[in-house]
């Protein structure tokens, strides 16, 4: 049995982090085991409160469960404080090197709740040096990198600083509606210099939909966990996600949950 290991907060409705890892990992046929970061406490309308878990409880956490077994990929999403993110980057020593790291950089929620405190932000390059692959969405390149990003050059040269200064094997920019059309931005290393793929989305108008960033980034682990190579990893996931948007649902009273069926290439 392949298995994932999603390192994320906790979110009550079960729209986004731990909950909704879980059953997109489901979805996509491998078993999943996670290790929580952060409580918060919200609804469907916005988050209320977040509350960091104990640094060492972390480190605790990905310590005991990395010395029963090795998952086959590993996501990271929120961290919530420095400390955290320092657990969660001590704790991963323990991950033998070719496991395949997939970072959501997390740093606000939509409603602008923070979920990452700032001065965490400069050091996420830490991490990001172990990863795969790494899927801000536009506005987390942008803070990250110090850009604007307000056309398709724009996207491929924050990219470029994430590859390159930030050090993650490939970039995966997503929400590229607000510059045109709404295409992602996939950047990959090919022998020292970056070559871009622009993937082809189209507009969904389902309203607002809650976890999206999430379930992207745990499908594109999920397929990792079982083997496939990166583009098709991403391919996978991007289409998978389509439909679950596609079928989303109103539960509460604000954004809608996305439904994660069983993936069928
Ligand atoms: N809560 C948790 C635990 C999350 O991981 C996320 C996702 O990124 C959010 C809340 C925010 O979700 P949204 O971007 O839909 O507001």
Sequence with gaps: MRTA???????PTGGAGLQADLRVFQAHGVHGSGVVTALTVQDTRRVHQVIPVLPSIVLDQLRVLLDDFSPDAVKIGMLGSDDV????????DALPPNIPIVIDPILNASDGTPLLERQAWKGLKGLFERCTL????????ELLTDMKLESRADCERA??????????GAVLIKGG?????PDDLLALKDSGSARFEWLAGHWIDSGRVHGTGCALASAVTAQLARGQPLDKAVNHARQWLI?????????????????TRNFVP
């Design 5 to 11: 290991l999603s390192i994320a907060g906790s979110d």
């Design 85 to 92: 993110k320092r657990s969660v980057e001590v704790g991963l």
């Design 134 to 141: 790494a899927t801000p969405n536009l506005a987390e390149a």
């Design 159 to 168: 990219a470029e600083v994430l590859l390159f200064d930030f050090g993650c």
């Design 177 to 181: 509606h607000r510059i045109g059309k």
């Design 243 to 259: 439909a679950a948007i596609d079928d989303a649902q109103t539960v509460g009273a604000g954004a809608s949950l996305l439904v």
